[in-house]
């Protein structure tokens, strides 16, 4: 069982900056895929970035490519989302999940993963 806690979403003007931070408890953290996904108002859930388990690669979505950067800490369970250049279409509830066993064609489809947070709320004014 591993359980997931984000943080650090907050309000920000366009063009600014956040980062998140999802915690992790639970064994075997370096063996799970970690992923970033986020909802806005009535959108459905929608990829952001992910990082593939046992030092595998990380893969974005293309629309925050070049902007976000997803980082993880084995050690510490830790990942972290860095947000740059933000708009207000970013604007979302954004959800930490923690999967096993993903494949490079699956890693972006929210029912590949098993565990999920509570999400963060990020809005960007214009």
């Known amino acids: 069982q591993v359980q997931l806690v984000e943080s650090g979403g907050g309000l920000v003007q366009s063009g600014g900056s956040l980062r998140l931070s999802c915690v992790a408890s639970?064994?075997?953290?370096?063996?799970?895929?970690l992923a970033w996904f986020r909802q806005g108002p009535g959108k459905d859930r929608e990829f952001v970035a992910a990082?593939?388990?046992?030092?595998?690669?990380?893969y974005y979505a293309d629309s925050v490519k070049g902007r976000f950067t997803m980082s993880r800490d084995n050690a510490k369970s830790t990942v972290h989302l860095q947000m740059n250049s933000l708009k207000p279409e970013d604007t979302a509830l954004y959800y930490c999940?923690?999967?096993?066993?993903?494949?490079?064609?699956?890693?972006?489809?929210?029912?590949?993963?098993?565990?999920w947070g509570q999400g963060t709320q990020v809005t960007v004014s214009s």
């Open positions: 999940a923690a999967g096993q066993r993903l494949i490079v064609t699956t890693i972006g489809r929210p029912g590949s993963y098993d565990y």
């Open positions: 639970g064994p075997a953290f370096r063996t799970y895929s």
């Open positions: 990082s593939k388990g046992n030092g595998g690669s990380t």
